[in-house]
């Protein structure tokens, strides 16, 4: 109960689910009559099914585009604006006129399709939401208590639009109806979900929990996250491995007890073809610290292709999009899918401090974002123009113009999709670095000169391992 009374975007998301899902069976319930008695032939029901369907689909494959332009509120309101207007429009369609149903259906399916892709996005923010409130992490109760109310509002539906055909003296196995039985299916398949669907977006204009309040979510559950870690690792309080006296640039978390000074730890994340594979080992020789290579090197995710490392082809997209905006119950895979992406994020955590402990040089691994308030960090972005990035990847790797394209194009969008299924940050954003260079610019030693130089004018007292260097992990 703790998880739900504190959760305020779940109980308005689990009221919308109610009154959505109620909508849509109950005009559900009634279609098939709809189309036998309203358009004349039970058989046209199959082509208000595929328009359904197709409606559905397509705004599968939009959802992310709506998400990142409107945010995920505006676009559940959307897509439930469109699927009152459907219902609505279900409910004046002349008799048997087949062209106008087929638009209308349509219509639901876009609408339906959007808000149920939308609910179960919005579901994982609440997860994170409720951890950060309470401090417990409950992905299997959230998705429960959804999966109960969206149970529930289907059931309802079903009976509804019986129970309201049957007010209006429907007669079953009847070879037709009168005028008041097809008014009754008109507002069991038009006006009743209207309204069930008007109170679910009406529900949801209280959803509180947009894309700013969520980036500082999330940014404040992976301090805590890390910080968590650290104390594991090291024995003690929290609050022991916490700094008060931070630079004003949020760096609170201790990698290390006190006793053992700070050593340097510089993040890198680069777009492809930028340069990190040559400039990442040189900073670290110069700052005497261990060099961290990539976990998927380029050459790894040339070879497997993004579908091995993310299952993020167009396709798989799109099917995941549709499998989580149908009405089946899909509650639980939805769950195990949010779970098995923290488990591995949680696993990199541990991973990345453990190799920052004792100073490093980390490429990649999300590690702005983990890192992002310890002691001694310094985080760094690396990009350079498209033109001159293909030309660094044609010369390393023997490809041609349009190969070297794609590669770029491909490991770009894949370490980015990586981040924002594990950790939902884009890594793109310039505000989680102090340093963002254009490599295009420069040599590759000015390069390293600056984040060097950068690195010890910030933190003048920051102790430096001597001798060889570290082995490399990863």
């Known amino acids: ?3 739900l009374r504190h959760n305020r975007p779940l109980i308005v998301l689990c009221l919308a689910a109610f009154f959505l899902l109620a909508a849509i069976f109950t005009m559900n319930a009634v279609g098939l009559y709809y189309a036998r008695h309203v358009l004349g032939n039970a058989g046209w029901f199959t082509f208000l099914a595929l ?16 998400t990142s332009r409107y945010g995920k509120r505006n676009g559940y ?6 699927a009152i207007v459907a219902f609505v ?4 369609v002349p008799d048997g006129n087949l062209a106008i149903a087929i638009f209308a259906w349509f219509l639901f399916g876009i609408g339906s399709g959007g808000t149920n892709a ?38 309802v539906g079903g009976w509804a639009g019986a129970a309201l055909i049957g007010a209006f003296g429907y007669v079953g196995q009847a070879a037709s109806q009168d005028a008041e039985a097809i008014q009754g299916i008109r507002l069991a398949t038009g006006i009743l979900p209207a309204l069930l669907a008007a109170a679910a977006a009406i529900v949801m204009i209280w959803y509180n929990l947009g894309a700013a309040e969520l980036t500082t979510i999330v940014r404040e559950l992976h301090a805590r996250r890390s910080e968590g870690a650290v104390s594991t690792v090291h024995g003690v309080e929290t609050g022991r491995v916490r700094v008060k006296e931070a630079l004003g640039d949020e760096r609170s978390l201790l990698l290390r007890p006190r006793e053992r000074g700070v050593l340097p730890v510089v993040t890198i994340f680069e777009r492809e073809g930028s340069g990190a594979s040559d400039i990442g080992p040189a900073v670290a020789k110069k700052l005497g610290v261990r060099h961290v290579p990539q976990k998927f090197s380029s050459d790894m995710v040339a070879q497997f292709g993004p579908q091995a490392l993310v299952s993020d082809t167009a396709f798989d997209r799109w099917l995941r999009a549709v499998s989580y905006s149908g009405t089946q119950d899909s509650d639980l895979a939805r769950a195990l899918d949010v779970a098995e992406d923290y488990s591995i994020a949680e696993r990199n955590r541990r991973e990345l401090l453990g190799l920052a402990v004792d100073g490093a040089v980390i490429e990649g691994r999300n590690g702005a974002l983990v890192l992002g308030h310890a002691v001694g960090s310094l985080h760094v972005r ?56 254009n490599t295009g610019t420069v040599t590759y ?4 000169d600056m984040i060097v130089g950068y690195y010890r004018a910030k933190y003048p007292d920051t102790e430096e391992t001597r001798g060889t260097n570290p082995t490399p992990e990863g």
Not at 77 to 82: C, K, Q
Not at 392 to 416: H, P, Y
């Open 1 to 3: 109960m703790r998880m």
């Open 51 to 66: 328009a359904q369907t197709v409606g559905t689909v397509a705004i599968a494959s939009l959802v992310p585009g709506i």
């Open 77 to 82: 309101l959307g897509a439930a604006v469109v």
């Open 89 to 92: 429009l279900i409910y004046f």
């Open 118 to 155: 939308l609910m179960f996005s919005m579901q994982a923010d609440t997860v994170d939401y409720g951890e950060w409130r309470t401090g417990l992490r409950a992905e299997g109760g959230s998705y429960s208590v959804l999966s109960f109310i969206r149970k529930t509002g289907q059931g």
């Open 382 to 437: 690396l990009t350079a123009p498209v033109r001159m990035r293909i030309e660094r990847v044609m010369s390393k790797t023997g490809l041609s113009q349009q190969e070297a394209a794609e590669r770029i194009a491909t490991e770009d969008r894949v370490r980015a999709e990586m981040s924002r299924n594990l950790y939902q940050w884009d890594p793109n954003t310039d505000e989680y670095y102090d340093l963002v260079i």
């Open 445 to 448: 030693a000015q390069v390293v």
